[in-house]
């Protein structure tokens, strides 16, 4: 038997032993069996991806991440995807690439300003910090909980560079307002995209309006690779930039294993080292080790055929929540969908309203008795956070920061997950309806 034989042999038992687990599965038992906010969802492509991949015992990224870059590109309808090991890090890659002495006159400096919001994941606000740039915080809107674009213009000062966002829980932003300012001014965009996969706005997907986006492949998000993440951009000078803080701040791209791609290998001048030095070792940023392993490219790979039936799923579990909760407005503040966009939601947004007869840790507190999980908006207001509160971070705040406050203490989600039944949000909207009628 040939070594592809033997290959194929494991890879059909791994198919089979896959479906069997998956027959073993319970079935959901309202009140007993727990409905998580967000989860994965694998079937036996994945694991034989997974085994394919880890048969050629290349332990680092490899043939599988590279098709995954081509693919999701592909997908975006962008020019280059670069893989790293996590939303966060591609965050971090992002935002460092716009510190580039490459970059001239339009590198981001200490002290250079970002425009951002309070109600945020930390990790796109940490890399702001850990640049020693300063974040300018703005409010957000009730209903979009995105940013709120009549502050935008206000949080401009002369030393305002960028602007870096997320498109929250899978709703876009205006991105029409957010570009124009940005042309306007001369600032950089970061889409912070990990939340948002296959979202829209007049029919293109978010994350290719912005100079850079990035996104995430934690379990949670809608596809998966167990850990991983992607930063893209369509520029050819940001992505050699974003591949040299990817992988160890080198001069040099030449894929794992590849020697002398650019053919100057021992030819070049490079800073104050000696004529000839091999650019394999030449070093051009401060940079980080943040590439993935081929297993996990490979799972993605599987995940990202699924993609568009998940988006799909996503959007429906959506509209039979709206469509249950809606004659509860006069408890809730429902999500609404951006003008001009088609999310690809994350979740389900529910703010509190003051004249509902419970409160936040009430109904979460019913719902989690109940066996439902529920999520809080991230870090609420993060400038509450103890690493702001106990540290001495410069920052800026434009306005009251009134909505976020709001959300800080009144707002929760619920999932909308593609492993999500329509048995299971019926469910979750009775025991919401219940609660709402006492």
Partial sequence: MSLNDEREKVLLEARTYYKNIKNKIKPFIPGETYIAPSGKVLDEDDLVNLIDASLDMWLTSGRYANEFEKEFARFLGIRYCSLVNSGSSANLIALSSLTSYKLGDRRLKPGDEVITVAVSFPTTIAPIIQNNLVPVFIDVELGTYNCDINQLENAVSDKTRAIFIAHTLGNPFNLDKVMELANKYNLWVIEDNCDALGARYHGKYTGTYGHIATFS??????????????????????????????????????????????????????????????????????????????????????????????????????????????????????????????????????????????????????????????????????IKQPVFTNNDINYKVVGPLTNTNIIMERTFWIGVWPGMTEEMIKYITTKIKDISSL
């Fill in 217 to 382: 492949f934690y379990p949670a998000h809608h596809i998966t690779m167990g850990e991983g993440g992607a930063v893209i951009t369509n520029d050819p000078e940001l992505h050699k930039i974003i591949l040299s803080f990817r992988d160890w701040g080198r001069d040099c791209w030449c894929s794992p294993g590849k020697d002398n791609t650019c053919g100057k290998r021992f030819s070049q001048q490079h800073g104050g080292l000696p004529f000839g030095y091999d650019h394999k070792y030449v070093y051009s940023h401060l940079g980080y080790n943040l590439k993935l392993t081929d297993m996990q490219a490979a799972v993605g790979l599987s995940q990202l055929k699924k993609l568009p039936e998940f988006i799909k799923k996503r959007q429906e579990n959506f509209r039979i929540l709206y469509n249950e909760l809606k004659n509860l407005e006069e408890y809730f503040i429902l999500p609404k969908a951006t003008e001009n966009s088609e999310p690809s939601w994350f979740g389900f947004p529910i703010t509190i309203r003051e004249k509902a007869p419970f409160n936040r840790n009430q109904l979460i507190n019913y719902l989690e008795d109940n066996k439902i999980g529920t999520r809080l908006l991230f870090a609420g207001n993060i």
